[in-house]
C-alpha cells in the first residue's frame, strides 16, 4: 500500500524559497506508470495542481507557476521535492503530495493515493 508523507518548514519568508519532502513508503517511485504531483490548498479555496514528476523523471508544471516552481527526486531514498521561489503571502496553503498509478494527469481528484498535507505559511 503507498503511502505519502510530507515534511518541511512551517513558515517561510517573503522572497525566499520554500522546500518541502515527500517521502514515500509502500511502493517505488520509479514503477511504471506512477505520477507524483505536488497539489496545495489555500485557506477558502479549492485544491490547484502545481506540477508532476512522472515515474521515468519528467516533470510538467502547471503554467500560472511554472516560473517559480521545481520538482526533483531521489530514487535512493524514494523521497520527492518541491522548491517554490519568491514566495508570497498568496503562496500560504496546505501542501499535498499525491500518486496517480493510471498516467498523467492534472486533475487533482484523479489521484489515488494522498499524503496527510502539510502547512505552510509566507510571513515575515
Known amino acids: 500500500q503507498v503511502q505519502l508523507q510530507e515534511s518541511g518548514p512551517g513558515l517561510v519568508k517573503p522572497s525566499q524559497t520554500l522546500s518541502l519532502t515527500c517521502t514515500v513508503s509502500?511502493?517505488?517511485?520509479?514503477?511504471?506508470?506512477?505520477?507524483w504531483s505536488w497539489i496545495r490548498q489555500p485557506p477558502g479555496k479549492g485544491l490547484e495542481w502545481m506540477g508532476v514528476?512522472?515515474?521515468?523523471?519528467?516533470?510538467y508544471y502547471s503554467p500560472s507557476l511554472k516560473s517559480r516552481t521545481s520538482i526533483s527526486r531521489d530514487t535512493s531514498k524514494n523521497q520527492l521535492f518541491l522548491q517554490l521561489s519568491s514566495v508570497t503571502p498568496e503562496d500560504t496553503a496546505v501542501y499535498y503530495c499525491?500518486?496517480?498509478?493510471?498516467?498523467?494527469?492534472?486533475?487533482?481528484?484523479?489521484?489515488?493515493?494522498w499524503g496527510q498535507g502539510t502547512q505552510v505559511t509566507v510571513s515575515s
Open positions: 509502500g511502493g517505488s517511485i520509479t514503477t511504471s506508470v506512477y505520477y
Open positions: 514528476i512522472a515515474y521515468d523523471g519528467s516533470t
Open positions: 499525491a500518486s496517480r498509478r493510471e498516467g498523467y494527469s492534472d486533475v487533482p481528484s484523479e489521484y489515488d493515493y
